[in-house]
């Protein structure tokens, strides 16, 4: 089984590594979050510019965009 975890308050929210471990006993988890607070803006696609995606130190991948984008 393979789980995604995405959020709207960026990747380095408290909650989400949390999460990842606890599932990963489980299931293969991968996290793709927003670089930053996107609160709000959950359902906004980014058209407007190219979208990068890099690799947090602690393995989480992520993106400047939205959280749509990161799905």
């Known amino acids: 089984m393979r789980?995604?975890?995405s959020n709207d308050d960026g990747y380095f929210?408290?909650?989400i590594e949390h999460l990842?471990?606890?599932l990963s006993r489980y299931a293969e988890v991968t996290v793709v979050a927003p670089e930053r607070?996107?609160?709000g803006a959950s359902n906004s696609l980014?058209?407007?510019r190219p979208l990068t995606v890099r690799r947090a130190p602690n393995g989480v991948l992520f993106v400047n965009?939205?959280?749509t984008d990161c799905v």
């Open 3 to 5: 789980i995604l975890i």
């Open 13 to 15: 929210a408290p909650g």
């Open 20 to 22: 990842a471990t606890t």
């Open 37 to 39: 607070d996107r609160s």
């Open 46 to 48: 980014t058209l407007d």
């Open 65 to 67: 965009g939205t959280p």
